[in-house]
């Protein structure tokens, strides 16, 4: 066989096993999805029951009323958002101060900020909630919004993917006399989509998923986020399983939206042409 | 085909440059050229850091001087000396712990480093369906923590899914969860499960930023697939490779929702994270010192890590 | 897309900035998520509210595993709610540091401490007194009996209104029969112990080890007695069922079973050991086919059964005149006996809840006779400040000898090191 032929069969083979391992990927989802629609006696039926005898629709509704749902669904929102658009803005430009500046204390800087990673968020709860109350974020939105505003993680991913974008860029901007936060925002910023893309969506994900903080820091039946809400669906030894999963369902929906919509970022190829080396 | 194609990093331009050149009064004639852009790296950094420093590193400081008192959470802090540093050194469920944690991190990151790799460069090629079997692959992640550990466990049962498929493969019925040996095992996979794509969009990302333009100038050089992987993508993407290489331990050395939810930490102890161990034995058994010192081992052990990782990959030319 | 972030920003912003935080009006009232129980206790509230426009309730329930992790982060920062509900198991952990303000007996209308007692069922309160203090109120007293599959008795040729078992070992015996195997794996347990917690695994190995003569802690609580031939004796038989007898599936534990009471409405097992509540949330349907029958003993003459409850405690921290308020909400709240049986099937702990009149129906069909019988002869699990811990110790115990075949001598002796660790610290 041609080279080019290996080749074209090698592609296929690859796009084939792609698939398949989708498959795998998916079985998770494909029972939690059957599940929702399943009697609760029915969920944990073993051997695995696949499908259900007879779809119940009505989970949903069912599952949606037990508490606020809407509210909890909306609450997430607004948090993920919020918390995704702040660390947008602030860790972009801390990365792109970590990477493109030198100055004195630079590198202790980022170690700083590398630091506030490696603690587990249990043991700094209580303190972190004293610090939000001193700031009267305590069991509103702001409390919600803003401890989580910023985190390393983005700063991280931005430091290392603004490093490898041409200085000459950079240079260029700053001979047409352009301002340090005009460069930033006009040559810096567009010609980071990926890593953007790539931190909007984790960043909403995290977000959206909030549990324990949301936890400590509101009270308010109306402030709870979605996992509360699901966690609250469990009694002490019985739960509605079937529901539960309905309600997990319609929380993966949201995260799902984003990533597509954050698809375009991951276009190939950022153009380069018509920069001098 | 020995150079990379690249531009080397050694011949990058300073970023400042000559202080004679004339430039727009953005910041005020004042200042020399390097003092303004010294200055605008700090105020680009400032606002983030401020914020890292009011509500993470002051609870952190906080967290460090909690660990030399005797707190129960509920009454005031009483100064303990080394006291709690002696109690987990002396508690055999702190090393059971510790060492459970450094077998999960790297259990759950070294595949990763790889696997989400390999994913991204799949994902990267065009095929039919693109954007669906992007959004498919990268599902795991849009999952829910808790309901991840409800669908795994049901997974896990003796008579689910897992066996059932090995099962088609002649693996006997094993109870996952239920045995010491196979528990931490199976927590680890569920964690590659969810890290692969996680990583791999951060590797796409960096994908996307190399540009065309290397690649066809490789191509007509005459290099092959693998050669173009060597000497285009893996220079360009180190940057990348190292976010990846230190997230993931970072990452992996915090979970422990799933064995909270899925096994409390058992069987016999063989799942019980350190965060656990801090968790339980901070807010269940009310003695926050000793799980503030606990912490305080754990953060050693991470930025020493971390720091490490640094060093190496800064020979590498990245740093 | 800049733009759009902008956006964003000034959007989080302004939320952030608008919501003003909690108005602290009137009362707030914190519980576990617990569905048979909340939804009562919302009803309560309303009621309360009707009544009292200038003093509303605001009612707040959590996901239980975390509950008491928030309660304890908020009773640390004096930001918690002026009443909240807690688990008997998890008092001492409260009243020993003065969390909890001591309930007063005048204000709930009773004369004394001695006077509020009689009107409770002997034994009631208890778990809730701490060094001749009451610091919490509850308003149900579970309690675990045994349930047994009528269906899988008859099944087997017996009787599910004379054969069912008094003693453990009748367990044992009947279970030989009941038990369905294929080959060498079981599908249908005869009985087994729930394994999700290691708060049940407690209830449990206090029960045996009570009824065997001896106790998880001494008397003073400072030194552990759980591996004294009374513990080890408990041990044995608690894994004996699937160890020795085979009649439980060896394999079943924390990481094998989402829902362990669900296994007795799908008939996966015969026999099986739940609490009060379970009537309720098995459901009239599944109720036709089970039959409640008092909590297995080791002498059925010196008979000790498991109570357990959640009580009502009030936030020191707050005024005496919002404590006089929540004392009035307490008694609204254990106004109405009859009612909290009737909507959450929890037992009420009141003296006389079984003559109340509508109770003989309850006790014909929701075997409610013998899950009172189990109160009066119930004991409240250890109380100490490190219940977690100790417990955290028994279920590990637990595990080695039901899951990896360890001894039950050689386990409990390192559940008492790890106890003993425990509890030498202050």
Known sequence: MSRKGLLRWGGRLTTALTVAGLGLVLLPYFWMLSSSVKTGSEVFDLPIKWLPEAAQWGNYPDALSRGKFPTYFFNSAVVAFAVMAGNLVFCSMAGYGLSKFRFPWREACFRLILSTMMLPIEIILVPTFLVAREFGLVNNYGGLIVPLAVDAFGIFLMRQYIKDLPDSLIEAARLDGCGEFGIFWRIILPNCKPALGALALLTFRDNWDQFLWPLIVASKDTLKTFPLGLAQMEGIDSAAYHEIMAAAVVGMIPTALVFLLFQRAFVRGIALSGLKE | MAESYAPAAKVRPKAGFDDRLPLGAAWGGRLSLRARLRWAGFLFVLPALLHLLIFKFYPMLEAARLSFFRYDLLTPPVFNGLLNYKAIWENPLFHQSFWVSAKYMFGVSLPEWFLALGLALLLNRRMPGQPLIRLAYFLPIAMSQIVVAMVWKFMYNPLGLVNTLLGFVGIGRTNWLSTEETALPALIAIGVWRGIPLFGVIYLAGLQSIPKEYYEAATIDGAGPWQRFVHVTLPLLMPTILFVMVMSLLSAVKVFLNPLVMTEGGPNGTTRVLPYFIYETGFAYYRMGEAAAASMVLFAFVFGLTLIQLRLLRRGGVE | ?426
Not at chain 3, 216 to 230: R, Y
Not at chain 3, 280 to 291: R, S
Request: proline share 7%.
């Open chain 3, 1 to 426: 897309m800049r733009r759009f972030l902008v956006v964003l920003v000034f959007m989080a912003v302004a939320v952030a900035l608008a919501a003003g935080s909690a108005s602290a009006q009137g009362i707030t009232w914190w519980e576990h998520s617990n569905p048979p129980h909340n939804k009562y206790s919302q009803e309560l509230v309303a009621d309360w509210n009707k009544k009292n426009p200038n003093a509303q309730v605001q009612y707040e329930f959590f996901a239980m595993t975390p509950y008491f992790k928030k309660l304890s982060a908020a009773l640390s920062t004096r930001s918690a709610a002026d009443m909240f509900t807690v688990i008997d198991t998890l008092l001492p952990g409260f009243t020993t540091k003065n969390v909890l303000a001591p309930i007063r007996p005048e204000w709930l209308g009773y004369k004394d401490l001695d006077d509020m007692k009689k009107a409770f069922l002997p034994g009631a309160l208890e778990g809730y007194i701490h060094e001749g203090k009451l610091y919490a109120v509850p308003p149900i007293a579970s309690v675990f009996s045994l349930y047994i599959n009528k269906n899988h008795f008859k099944e087997a040729g017996l009787d599910p209104e004379k054969d069912y078992p008094r003693t453990w070992e009748d367990i044992a015996k009947v279970g030989q029969k009941l038990v369905k195997r294929q080959g060498s794996t079981i599908t249908r347990e005869a009985f087994d112990f729930a394994m999700h917690s290691s708060a049940w695994t407690m209830w449990y190995m206090e029960a045996l080890t009570r009824q065997h003569g001896g106790s998880i802690l001494d008397a003073a609580g400072k030194k552990c007695t759980a591996n004294s031939e009374a513990g080890v004796k408990a041990m044995e038989v608690r894994s004996m069922y699937a160890r020795k007898h085979k009649i439980s599936d060896p394999t079943v534990s924390v990481g094998t079973n989402a829902l362990p009471a669900d296994d007795v409405p799908k008939g996966r097992v015969s026999m099986f050991i739940s609490h009060a509540g379970s009537v309720a949330q098995f459901g009239p349907k599944v109720m036709e086919h089970i039959k409640v029958v008092p909590f297995p003993q080791v002498n059925p003459a010196k008979p000790v059964s498991i109570v357990y409850g959640f009580a009502l405690a009030v936030n020191p921290h707050i005024p005496e005149a919002k404590q006089k308020a929540v004392h009035d909400l307490i008694k609204h709240v254990m106004a109405n006996p009859k009612e909290w049986y009737d909507k959450t099937s929890y037992p009420f702990p009141s003296a006389d809840f079984l003559q109340l009149p509508g109770m003989e129906v309850a006790k014909k069909t929701r075997y409610l006779d013998v899950f009172v019988g189990d109160i009066k002869t119930g004991v409240f699990v250890t109380r100490s400040p490190h219940f977690i811990e100790i417990a955290d110790a028994m279920h590990r115990a637990m595990e080695r000898v039901v899951l990896k075949g360890e001894e039950p001598k050689k386990s409990l002796d390192q559940a008492c090191t790890d106890i003993d660790r425990a509890l030498a610290k202050k």
